[in-house]
């Protein structure tokens, strides 16, 4: 079983630059792909970017890309949303997701295990 908590999550004035951090444990965070999702009000939870276990590939929503970065550092047991020039859509809680599986996917029902989320506001 694994154990998420995301952190970092804040207020920030448009371009402004946010990290996001999720915390991992137990036994399967070794093999597990990671991603992140976000939730507006209103609005179905949506892909954000996702990292691959053996090649450490990562992927991006058109959103995202150019402007957010995931990495992960496996000895820390931590995955991490960079996130810069940020803009008032991206205001949303903030999910962290992960799976027992290598590979990644956009689908929400993809994964495992979910973090309680942290909400992002950027005002204009």
């Known amino acids: 079983q694994v154990q998420l908590v995301e952190s970092g999550g804040g207020l920030v004035q448009a371009g402004g630059s946010l990290r996001l951090s999720c915390a991992a444990s137990g036994r399967a965070f070794s093999n597990s792909a990671m991603a992140w999702f976000r939730q507006a009000p209103g609005k179905e939870r949506e892909f954000v970017a996702s990292?691959?276990?053996?090649?450490?590939?990562?992927y991006y929503a058109d959103s995202a890309k150019g402007r957010f970065t995931i990495s992960r550092d496996n000895a820390k047991n931590t995955v991490y949303l960079q996130m810069n020039s940020l803009k008032p859509e991206d205001t949303a809680v903030y999910y962290c997701?992960?799976?027992?599986?290598?590979?990644?996917?956009?689908?929400?029902?993809?994964?495992?295990?979910w973090g309680q989320g942290t909400q992002v506001t950027v005002s204009s």
């Open positions: 990292i691959t276990w053996s090649t450490a590939n990562t």
């Open positions: 997701a992960g799976t027992r599986y290598g590979g990644t996917s956009v689908r929400v029902g993809y994964y495992d295990y």
